[in-house]
């Protein structure tokens, strides 16, 4: 017998999603002086932000989209909400096409973007969030008992009254994510949401995060760079680069997939600048080898990753080359696999290259 899928099993559904951007930029900045009024052809660049991606993610998931800045995570985000047309393919959310029903899309959505400012900060959280429960059309006499719901919610309460201005960036965001919950959708679509937070309130966000999927029962997806955020929280991670999927599955098949490679870990400090081209030609058997620097004067060691080949065994001549060059080892670990190691095994890129605070296109 033939079984069907059951269309409602997966609230967010992507069928060769593409999207691309076009630049143009001009040969100089005085070339309309040339002569014979010639105009001046323009250079097109074209980014490919999403490159026919196809996804499907369960009712109650918490999924999330791994990558480095520019992957387009939040080009993907912005289809999904609408704000973006795709170029080609489409989605759908929630039984609904974002093409077709953009309303019916819209109100099955609540979407959080890190680092925004469409909250209005001159006005207390409780009326950021009695005016957006406005927009939303929501009955008059629900909309206080919900607001306070959430203000609870978010530990707030007891700063309701007082000026988004004088909220710290992660109480902002809280109440960012109050907005989003407002109308009590059932798909989340949260894009950095704990983007330039502290490390304490990128917990607090974390554990609402992880209360909405598991306790209220919505489909999150959640897009960061944060390798530890998605390890920590999701149920599935699909791994982004380029605009394209390259894996999806369970942080554990994630893993997996470095599991039968062998990863040594060195730390120490003054490793050589050239540290990385340096240890790949005397183990040219090793895959990648990766370096993450210290501060030898804040007490931080460098560590230095070797994946893959005999690497356990090449330990003795990386030790000794290390040596020769003044680094000074403190340890050596066999560690183990980390998403980050998923990601440069399967791109040969660094997840955490670039400072981490830029816009994701």
Not at 54 to 78: D, M, Y
Not at 176 to 182: K, S, V, W
Not at 296 to 307: D, F, H, N, Q, Y
Request: positive net charge.
């Amino acid at each position: 017998m033939v079984h069907n899928e059951n269309n409602d099993a997966y609230s967010i559904k992507t069928i060769n999603l593409a999207k691309s951007f076009r630049k143009k930029k001009h040969k100089g900045i005085f070339g309309f002086l040339k002569k014979g009024n010639q105009k001046e052809k323009l250079e097109k660049e074209v980014t490919v932000a999403l490159d026919h991606v196809n996804l499907r993610i369960r009712t109650g998931e918490l999924f999330g989209l791994l990558g480095p800045n520019g992957a387009g995570k939040t080009t993907l985000v912005k289809c999904l909400s609408t704000i973006l047309i795709p170029d080609e393919g489409t989605a759908i959310i929630n039984g609904f096409d974002i093409r077709k029903q953009t309303t019916l899309v819209r109100a099955s959505l609540g979407m959080v973007i890190g680092g925004e400012r469409t909250l209005y900060w001159k006005l207390t959280a409780r009326d950021n969030l009695m005016y957006f429960a406005s927009l939303y059309k929501m009955p008059r006499k629900r909309i206080k008992k919900r607001v306070d719901e959430l203000l609870e919610a978010m530990n707030l309460l007891d700063r309701a009254d007082e000026r988004l201005e004088d909220y710290s960036t992660g109480m902002r965001q809280k109440v960012a994510i109050a907005r989003a919950l407002l109308h009590d959708p059932p798909v989340l679509l949260l894009d950095e949401p704990t983007l330039g937070l502290d490390p304490t309130f990128s917990r607090q966000i974390r554990n609402q995060i992880r209360e909405l999927s598991k306790k209220e029962g919505k489909t999150v997806l959640l897009a960061t760079h944060y390798m530890e955020e998605a390890d920590e929280l999701c149920d599935r991670i699909a791994i982004v680069n380029e605009g394209k999927i390259i894996a999806v599955g369970t942080s554990d098949e994630l893993k997996a997939m470095v599991k039968e490679t062998e990863l040594v870990e060195v730390i120490c400090y003054n490793p050589p600048q050239n540290a990385e081209e340096y240890l790949r030609t005397l183990c040219p058997d090793v895959e990648i080898v990766t370096v993450v620097r210290g501060e030898k004067e804040k007490g931080t060691p460098s560590r230095i990753k070797l994946i893959g080949g005999n690497a356990e065994k090449r330990i003795g001549t990386v030790v000794d080359a290390l040596r020769k060059k003044n680094s000074q080892i403190t340890s050596l670990n066999i560690s183990v696999p980390t998403l980050e190691d998923v990601f440069i095994k399967l791109t040969g890129a660094k997840l955490t290259e670039g400072d981490g605070r830029g816009r994701d296109q």
